[in-house]
Structure formats: C-alpha cells, structure tokens
C-alpha cells in the first residue's frame, strides 16, 4: 500500500471499501485515477514553476529577458543561445557529462540579477571595475587616467598623487611603467584609447583585461637541472613563469592590486614583497603576500625534504637581524656557484630554484605548490574537468595510484597497476591517477580482446606522466580494444606497434618535440601519435581511429588505411615538420578527417575531409578526395586543395574585395586588368594571416591569437568568435558584451579604453 500511496495519492484518499472492490475486478478504477494523477502532477510542476519563474534566479532561460525588460536591461550576447556542435557527445558517449560542452564565461542571467546593485553604485570606479570583471569573466583593473597626468601644482589643490617624474632607482615603480598598475605622471596624448596609445587623456579611463587564467599545482616535484643543486619549478624542466594566484577582493577601496590579479610574477614585485615582509615589526607570519601555501591564498610555495622551507630563518627576529631563507634571483644564466647560506633562491621569471649550501642536510626532495599560466582548460591541467571523466554508471574495475603514501589498496605507481589489471585477466578498466607527481616508469600497455583501459586523472590534478623510451607503446593484436588517456601530461608521445581499435585523448597532453631542453625547445621531431601500418607486409589497424579532444599534440603519423581522425578542440603543432601525415612520410594522407576548432602548425595531408569548422590551418593543407566534404569559417591558406570552402579566408575577403573593386571600375567606367586583380588577391593574402602570441610551446600564451590579428580571422568563427583553438572561449563577444554596458554604465563624457595585458 505505501508504493500504491507515492505512486497515486488520490488512489489512496478513497475508503479502503472501494479499493477493496477495484482489487477484486482487476484494479480499473486504480488505472483511471492514475491518468488523473500524471495530469494533476503535471499541472502543479507547471504552477510551481510560474511562481519560480518570478525569479531571476530560478526562473527558466527563456523568462530571462522578460525579467531584464522589468528592469530595462539591455541584453548581452548570451553563448548558450548558440547550440554547438555536439560530436564530443557522440563520439565520447562513456563519459560522465551529460553534456561536454564548455562552461561559458557569459552568463545573462547574472548580468540580469545584479542590474539595479549595478544602477546604485552608477559611475563609481570600484563598481566600473567589478561590471568589467562580472560582463567578460576576465580580471579586470580600472584605472581614471586624468589622474596620471603631470600637473601644475595649485598651492589651493594640491594633487598629491601626480609625481614631478619617477624615481629611476626605484627598479619596482619603473618596471611598472605603461602597464596596468603605473603610478608615474605621463604627458597628455589627444588619441582615441586604444590597445597601445591614447591613454593619458583627462575624459579617458582605461580597463585593463587579463586573457590568461593562473592554474594552481599542487605537490610537484621540481625538476632536478645541471648541478644537484638547481631545480625547475616546470615537471618538464623548461622555463614556465609563475604566476600570481587571482584573488578576486581588491583593495579597501575596492579596486583590485597586483596581488588580485593572476598575470606573470614580476621579478622586482616578487623582490618588494619579500623586502616589505622584513621590514615588518616581529612577530611576523610564515608567509608573505605573494609565497606561502596555496591554500592560504599564496601564489607559490616550496617544500624541502618533505618540510616547508618559510619565507625567513626567524620570522621574530628585528628588521636588522633578519636572515632570509626565500630570496629573488635571477637565474638565467645558472650562476657559475652554489648560493652561499641557508637560503632558496628563486626566479620567478624563469621559473628556476637555486638551492643554497648552508642547509645541514642534502636535498633529497623539493616539491613545489604555483601557479602556471594559460589561456583555456585545455590539455592536461588541474582544472574541473569532472564531466569529462569515465562515467560511474559503466561499473569498470576502478584502479588507483597515488605515489606518496597510497593507502590500503592504491598503488603507488601505474605499472604496479597495470600489473594487477593484467592479473584479473584484463577487464574494462579505469586507473586513476590522484596527485600530481610524476611518474617515470615504463608503460607498455596490451589491451584485452574487445575491451578498454582508460588511464586518466583524477579531477582537478595534473599527473606529469614521464614513460621510459620516451613512449607509451600499445602492442599486440585487438583491432577492437581502446586504450584512452585522459587528463595527463605526457613527456614523450603514443606508439601504436600493434593492432588496435581507439585511442581517445581527453584534455591530454602529449609533448610537440616529446620532451624540451632549458631553453624551452623540443628535443626531437618524432611524432607524439605513430601508428603502425604494417605487420609482415600485412595492413593493420584498418580499424583505428584517433579522437582527440581539447589535448594538445605534436606531429601525428597514422596509416592511410585506418578508419578516421578526430580533432575537436586541439592544437597540432608539427614543430617545424609536417603536422599530419601517413605513417612513415612527410606528404602521404591521413584517412578521413572531422576537425573542429582546431588549431594546426604545419602542412596536413588528408584522403578526404568530412568536415572542417572554425579551423586554423597554419600551414597548407591538402585533401585528395574534394569531391565531398566541406571547410568552413577557417582559416585555408594559398595553395592548399580542399573540399568546397564557406567564407573561409582569405578567400571570402578576397572574393568581396574583387566584387567592389569590379563594382567601382564598372561605375567609373574603368577596365581592371587581370594583374590588378592578381595584385588585390597578393595584398589581401599578405595582410590577413594569423599571428600569435607564442608558437612554442610551454609559454603561456601559446597559440592564442594576437590582438593584432586582423578581425577575420579573431571573429571569424559561426557564432562570431574566434577562429582555431580557443573559440569555445567566446572572447569577441566578450569584449562587445562589456562595451555595451559600458555605453551604459560610463559618466557622460568620459571615454573607454579596453586593454588586454594578456
């Protein structure tokens, strides 16, 4: 009777006389009064939902503009409006979701909620500044430039703040000169503000944007360099700036500081912070502004021998006494000796640590807590990535590996693992990885029958993943087994020798060049994917297909002969080489491709693309098969062969320059020759190429498109994003969102300037 009750209550409100009789001829009235139920259930969802709907905050997404026009909201470009492509759904159907799509920074429904707080505090620098950071998701700083003019001084107004000129001996305040947090007094300049020029002006406040995201790791081993007593803070030993944690609070005025936003560490902040700390009074903290634990809100932190090195000797000793024990260095070039004392030097710039002679033990363990930079969640990071994980409802056999302690039933490394997965005769499998340590081992992995392993890490970690042979090799016969990385970083790359099915990579990194020196260059031009095309002069893997999605490859070599290649979200670098091409060649094609909103370094070869959307192709690409197949919104350059093309460039822009300058020559009366038009199309192509922050990789702005760019290709994409790589991050409309509210929001007469510092 209690399931009867839950299912139907009004079945249960009759007398029990009625109920009785109903059992007894087969329970017809229960069936009648059940249609009734559904409907009354819902009619009252439908009710309750009216009165949420009377709610910013719960109402459904359509009711939100109706709420913003009670307010007079005029409404921002909404991303979610926008379906997606939704391959990754199809394709990756055993993980998590239920949907993979990225979160999207622009989100109307706060912007809606947050309209009459922002119509309160109108025209205020704090709450400009918080509209900046709320509207694009980015850090943003505002700064009133008038009062960075020099000034005659009236003894009647003194301005304080406007400085005769700048100390030049003062390394901290110079190194701030013309950027986000400039305190020197500048010269009138009457431009509009722009990116680089027009700031100083009395109408002008500037907004400054920080595009690059600081991700925090946690526990990693620094990477032994030259001499036993120099570190890297990168597991790959290549230079990696740190970077500041962002801490959203600003300051008591609130207008966020330095410390607030998560740009680049500056050697001579990182030095002022360290100096600040000494001169305070004792008792002092074990951290500073800038290090300390991660948890504690520091940026970066160290740990030696298993124990955390402070920022002094003696936090309680007098200013004239201090002795440091963490001290800014510049470690570029590695100094010729050993630091003297017991201290840690470190360069923030670089990336580097110098172990000093004075502690009485060896150093037989520096772990590292910071904050690296990059542009997006892409390739192995500690960011959520909680959807794309293998999903709990498959119920594989769940592995685990911790390095450090593992407790009961965790193994501490991934071939002890790999070892027990092989014992229990290899079922479907996932062994997760949970910390970020690095693991040097060998990984030779031979797939079951008709069966999966996926390797991948935990959520919110970033395991350094370092195989012996620099490869992780997937051997033996199983044309219908898969074998998915996900979440990792991977020093070396993915050798296919046997016969295998799938290789998914998820948010995964394999390293362009396999591994890097100091300077940050690759080491090798060996492909991170090689898959074999023959054994015994017998074709293999004619079933493989190689989905890749938001992971960051080198060059990839598979047989022509295999099934299908996917790259959704990815960036391809070829580091000099050809990016994509058949096993064993430089211009051979690769089977049929479907790419999207990808990035790719170097020439591609294809037996046919299906399709390709939103792609930057920064190098020619050529398709055998064109007869079918489509490449749209990207990036195509001259002399590549390709299926039909839509507005792609530069042909698109070519296309409309030659149809007005026909235009123009028929209204003038005017014939074009045909070296004029050659000279139109010579012009355009030289101009309307892609250009980037950084090309190599391990630098924090690689593969993000410059703000010079030209506007084709940086809104270029269906939705009017961004070509290549990063368009899921929706920057252009961003950046539109915010001048709308600032046509808004801004005093009458004073003039925006919108600057990217990353």
């Not at 009165?51 to 026009?69: A, K, M, S």
């Not at 769940?398 to 071939?415: A, E, H, K, N, T």
């Not at 042909?651 to 235009?663: P, S």
Request: with cysteine; aromatic share 8%; hydrophobic share 35%.
């Amino acid at each position: 009777m209690s399931t009867i009750s839950k299912m139907n209550p009004i079945y249960e409100r009759i007398p029990a006389l009625y109920r009785e009789r109903d059992a007894a001829q087969g329970y017809p009235l229960r069936a009648l009064l059940q249609l009734i139920q559904d409907q009354a259930e819902i009619l009252h969802t439908d009710i309750r939902q009216l009165w949420d709907d009377f709610f910013i905050e719960t109402c459904q997404p359509w009711v939100i503009p109706y709420i913003g026009d009670l307010v007079s909201n005029n409404l921002l470009y909404d991303a979610s409006r926008i379906k997606p492509s939704a391959t990754a759904t199809e394709l990756f159907r055993d993980l998590t979701g239920p949907d993979l799509l990225p979160d999207m920074a622009v989100r109307i429904r706060a912007d809606v909620a947050k309209t009459i707080y922002y119509r309160r505090r109108k025209g205020t620098l704090p709450m400009l500044e918080e509209l900046a950071r709320d509207v694009t998701g980015w850090p943003a700083h505002a700064v009133e430039f008038f009062r960075l003019l020099g000034w005659t001084q009236n003894l009647n107004h003194l301005r304080f703040e406007a400085e005769d000129g700048i100390d030049l001996r003062d390394v901290e305040k110079v190194e701030r000169l013309n950027g986000a947090f400039d305190v020197g007094s500048h010269t009138v300049d009457v431009r509009d503000p722009a990116q680089s020029e027009g700031w100083h002006n009395i109408p002008n406040i500037g907004f400054f944007l920080w595009r690059l995201q600081s991700y925090p790791l946690i526990g990693v081993p620094a990477r032994p360099a030259g001499q036993p007593w120099q570190y890297h803070f990168s597991p790959l030993g290549n230079p990696a700036p740190l970077f500041n944690a962002w801490r959203r609070e600003g300051d008591a005025s609130g207008l966020a500081g330095e410390r607030h936003v998560p740009g680049p560490l500056r050697p001579a902040f990182f030095f002022d912070d360290l100096e600040c700390y000494r001169r305070q009074g004792p008792p002092r903290l074990d951290v500073t502004d800038l290090y300390g634990p991660i948890d504690q809100g520091g940026s970066f932190y160290i740990e030696r021998n298993g124990s955390g090195v402070d920022p002094a000797i003696d936090p309680t000793a007098p200013p004239h006494v201090f002795q440091p024990q963490i001290v800014c260095r510049r470690l570029n070039p590695w100094p010729a000796a050993q630091p003297t004392g017991q201290l840690i030097a470190v360069d923030v710039e670089h990336g580097r640590i110098a172990v000093g002679d004075g502690f009485g033990d060896a150093t037989t363990s520096l772990d590292v807590f910071y904050h690296y930079g990059f542009s997006a969640d892409l390739g192995g990071g500690p960011y959520e990535r909680g959807k794309w994980v293998i999903a709990p409802s498959l119920e594989p056999r769940r592995l685990y590996v911790q390095q450090d302690s593992p407790p009961l039933g965790v193994f501490p490394s991934i071939g002890a693992a790999l070892t027990e997965w092989t014992n229990q005769l290899k079922p479907n499998t996932v062994i997760t990885i949970l910390d970020n340590r690095t693991y040097a081992e060998l990984l030779d992995i031979e797939p079951g029958d008709d069966a999966w392993l996926a390797i991948e890490a935990a959520n919110g970690v970033r395991p350094h993943i370092r195989p012996d042979g620099g490869r992780i090799r997937i051997s033996g016969t199983h044309p219908d087994a898969t074998v998915t990385l996900n979440g990792l970083l991977v020093e070396g790359g993915v050798e296919v020798e046997g016969d295998c099915g799938t290789l998914p990579l998820i948010h995964t990194t394999l390293v362009p060049g396999r591994a890097l020196d100091e300077a940050g260059q690759p080491v090798t031009t060996d492909p991170s994917v090689r898959v074999t095309d023959t054994s015994g002069g017998v074709d293999i893997n004619t079933h493989f297909e190689l989905q890749a999605a938001f992971s960051i490859l080198g060059p990839v070599r598979m047989p022509e002969h295999s099934q299908k290649l996917y790259l959704l979200d990815c960036i391809v670098d070829g580091i000099g080489t050809t990016a994509i091409a058949a096993t064993g060649t430089t211009d051979q094609p690769v089977p049929v491709a479907i790419l999207e909103r990808t990035t790719i370094f170097g020439q591609s070869f294809f037996r046919s693309i299906d399709l390709a959307t939103e792609v930057i192709f920064a190098g020619t690409v050529t398709a055998e098969e064109r007869h079918q197949g489509c490449v749209r919104f990207s990036f195509v350059p001259h002399g590549s062969r390709t299926p039909r093309r839509y507005r792609c460039q530069p042909d698109f822009e070519i296309a409309t320059a030659l149809r007005k300058a026909k235009d123009r020559a028929k209204a003038e009366g005017i014939t074009l020759l045909p070296s004029d038009l050659d000279d139109i199309r010579a012009e355009i192509r030289a101009c309307l190429v892609p250009t980037f922050t950084a090309r190599d990789y391990g630098l924090p702005g690689y593969a993000q498109l410059r703000m010079t760019s030209p506007v084709q290709i940086r809104t270029g994409a269906e939705d009017g994003s961004e070509m290549g790589v990063f368009s899921h991050l929706q920057q252009p409309q961003r950046e539109a969102n915010l001048r709308i509210r600032l046509d808004e929001y801004l005093p009458f007469g004073l003039r925006p300037g919108i600057i990217f510092v990353t």
